[in-house]
């Protein structure tokens, strides 16, 4: 489903433009958006295409359920932002924390992998969901390590601290380049927007590669790939744990980010169901429609919401609708959008895109 | 050892296994009356869990459809059930046994009839167009239960509301010098109507064959002229309403209860239904007994332990045998 080589269709060329645009407007967003919220926006948008393309190469790829994404997500996440802290800010806590967290979530997706990709899938779906329960649960009691539900604070390496100068004029104070002061905040941007890109092209020569075909065929017809001869467990396995260390690195990144990490913001069944959203939304089995959803999705968190609250106030004389339409409720319309675009565009946006036009 | 595994199967097998955790518990614990304690409020929470479980497996094992918005149907008949008692709190106050059971009463009904129409409706209108589609099940499913714990956020808010407990479920009988809630002996009972309700429909009565035919190959019993459309909305219909009695239950049991109450017990039924085997409802009841006894005498052990007693008993059960207990599904 994934970029025909031989002829591309309009659709085709329509997503990946766009797919394009977003790259540009992500590259360029500090210099473009000059407020705080949008740049921070931004990055959660970064973050989230790594996180959900990474589970689309479960779920679209492969055709395997899990439910324990956000877990392996949050091990980077945790890994990163303990060792910030008993090591103070550094590098060196980064990268130990982050490799933590890669062999961590490595272990327990092998774990994992083994003892259930053997069965159904929606056994696998099952025991990923107790899983990501239990650590969800172990993160909030065990509470020196982790911070239980308050989380954990902590500070950033020092070239990401907002008064650090990476560029200075004459008089010492912060160069400004088109208006943007290059300080920490925009470094910290850049760390994460290119630790994004790397790792989403890393995905994209994965499902490029001779395995990505692999992993298709077996999406297709598990029965006929065994009999061809590939070892269809031993590749689940590998791919499930592939997304994992993707997802746990993601995490790191994202903790360096926010500076600040706890159940809400790595561990929470919420951006479980939030990822899910976004791989329906954006069209699953393709990393195009990863960056697509990811990008919807985040803006209407954000944007939403306000939209949402002016409909309360708008309504607030019916009853039960101002209720539901009440910001916090917001769930509840994507969950319903959810459920209708699964019924009638299964393939998500950029699938139906991609397919219009194909005949023309 | 042939002969033993021999012996062991003919005393019952698998069945003797929460036996056997009873019997261990004992030696470690050493003090009869916590064991007793710990052992009746264990098994009185595996019949709760049962009871929100069987639908799950049955329908499972019916239909090859896996709710995972069945935690909604445990919500919902929580909070139903909740308003429905402090409605009539004036019958639940009261001295009289009969106006208190009666209260219990409406408040079951009403979570019951609620249980039937919403399981109705998601199965005609959720889950119907999706049969045969593993992949698209889970995420409507999943779907269904984000919009239905917004509805019950929206109907019922945030906070924590408090159940009443009809008084003469209040209390604890003295025996010996153990002392047993009213409360737990009543969910346990009810859990055990339920199962011999269960057993007695499916495996001595017309329907029940049907249904017993219809996990085994659906394709012949339809063959053979049979509606099981009809059959999968009935028992779709039966398993929601049990998860909503469930529910009502485990309501009366915390006496808090949350809008995360679905959520927090769906995993809890998850691995029970994953111990116990998919389809079966003794499977089901053994993995709810073997979880609730678990939960209790490691909670009473090692409280460290025990929040992650659930996952270890699970793991250590799926490496023995990787389909459950007693799985009704190949």
């Known amino acids: 489903m994934s970029a025909p080589v031989s002829k591309p269709t309009v659709g085709d060329i329509a997503v990946k433009t766009a797919v394009l645009l977003i790259a540009a407007l992500l590259c360029f967003a500090p210099f473009l958006f000059q407020d705080v919220r949008a740049l921070e926006v931004a990055a959660r948008i970064c973050v989230f295409i790594v996180l959900v393309a990474s589970y689309d190469l479960l779920i679209g790829y492969t055709g395997i359920v899990s439910f324990a994404h956000t877990m392996f997500f949050g091990f980077g996440a945790y890994g990163a932002a303990i060792l910030l802290r008993q090591m103070g800010p550094g590098w060196d806590a980064v990268i130990l924390g982050g490799l933590a967290g890669v062999l961590v979530s490595l272990v327990v997706a092998t774990a994992i992998g083994l003892l259930s990709l053997r069965v159904k899938a929606i056994f696998f779906a099952m025991i990923t969901l107790a899983a990501a329960s239990v650590a969800l649960v172990l ?15 902590y500070r950033a390496p020092d070239v990401f601290k907002p008064s650090f100068k990476l560029l200075t004029d004459e008089n010492g104070k912060v160069l400004r380049l088109f208006g943007v002061k290059l300080n920490g905040k925009l470094a910290a941007y850049y760390f994460v927007f290119a630790s994004s890109l790397i790792l989403f092209l890393v995905m994209l020569r994965v499902v490029g590669s001779p395995l990505g075909t692999v992993l298709k065929a077996i999406r297709e017809n598990e029965a006929r790939a065994e009999a061809i001869g590939y070892r269809v467990v031993a590749y689940r396995t590998f791919v499930f744990c592939l997304s994992a260390a993707i997802a746990s690195l993601a995490g790191t990144v994202y903790a360096v980010w926010l500076k600040y990490t706890g159940p809400d913001t790595a561990l929470s069944f919420a ?36 939209l949402m609250g002016v409909a309360a106030d708008a309504t607030a004389s019916i009853p039960l609708l101002p209720e539901l339409l009440n910001p916090d409720r917001w769930l509840f319309w994507l969950g319903i959008i959810f459920i209708l675009l699964v019924y009638f565009f299964p393939k998500g946006i950029v699938g139906t895109i991609t397919q219009k036009g194909g005949r023309g | 050892m042939e002969n033993l595994s021999q012996i062991l199967g003919r005393l019952g097998g698998v069945y003797l296994l929460p036996v056997g ?100 409706f998601f199965e005609s209108v959720i889950i119907r167009p999706v049969y045969h ?13 984000i919009v239905s714990e917004q509805i019950i956020l929206a109907l019922w808010g945030g906070t924590p509301i408090t159940v009443l407990r009809p008084h003469f479920l209040e209390g604890a009988i003295i025996l010996g010098n153990v002392s047993v809630e009213i409360y737990r002996l009543f969910a346990f009972a009810l859990g055990l109507v339920a199962f011999i309700g269960l057993y007695l429909v499916l495996n001595r009565s017309r329907i ?111 490496l023995w045998r990787p389909n459950g207990l007693r799985p009704a599904v190949k």
């Open chain 1, 139 to 153: 993160a909030s009691q065990l509470s020196h390590f982790t911070g239980g539900e308050d989380g954990i604070t």
């Open chain 1, 271 to 306: 951006i479980m169901i939030d990822i899910l959203l976004m791989v329906v939304i954006g069209g699953m089995g393709t990393m195009w429609g990863a960056v697509i959803g990811a990008v919807l999705m985040v803006i209407a968190q954000y944007y939403l919401r306000d």
């Open chain 2, 21 to 120: 955790l009873a019997l261990g518990a004992f030696v470690l614990i050493g003090a009869p009356a916590s064991w007793a304690t710990l052992t009746i409020a264990g098994l009185s929470m595996g019949m709760m869990v049962f009871l929100m479980a069987s639908g799950l497996s049955l329908i499972f094992g019916l239909m090859d459809v896996l709710n995972f918005g069945h935690s909604a149907f445990i919500s919902f008949g929580a909070f139903v059930a909740a308003t429905v008692l402090s409605a009539l709190s004036g019958w639940v106050g009261a001295d009289s046994v009969f106006l208190n059971s009666m209260a219990l009463v409406f408040a079951l009904l009403a979570a019951i009839s609620f249980g039937l129409a919403a399981g109705w």
């Open chain 2, 133 to 145: 589609d593993h992949l698209r099940q889970i995420l409507i499913t999943m779907g269904a239960l």
């Open chain 2, 208 to 318: 029940g064959l049907l249904v017993r035919a219809g996990v085994e190959n659906r394709e012949m019993v339809e063959a053979l002229g049979f509606r099981i459309d009809r059959l999968f909305i009935g028992v779709f219909m039966v398993g929601s309403a049990l998860a909503a009695v469930g529910g009502a239950m485990w309501a009366g049991y915390e006496t808090l209860i949350t809008p995360a109450l679905g959520g927090e017990m769906m995993i809890v039924v998850f691995i029970v239904v994953i111990i116990g085997g998919l389809g079966s409802i003794e499977g089901t009841l053994l993995g709810a007994i073997m979880v609730g006894l678990t939960a209790n005498y490691v909670g009473f052990l090692a409280p460290k332990l025990a929040l992650a007693s659930n996952m270890i008993l699970m793991t250590i059960i799926l």
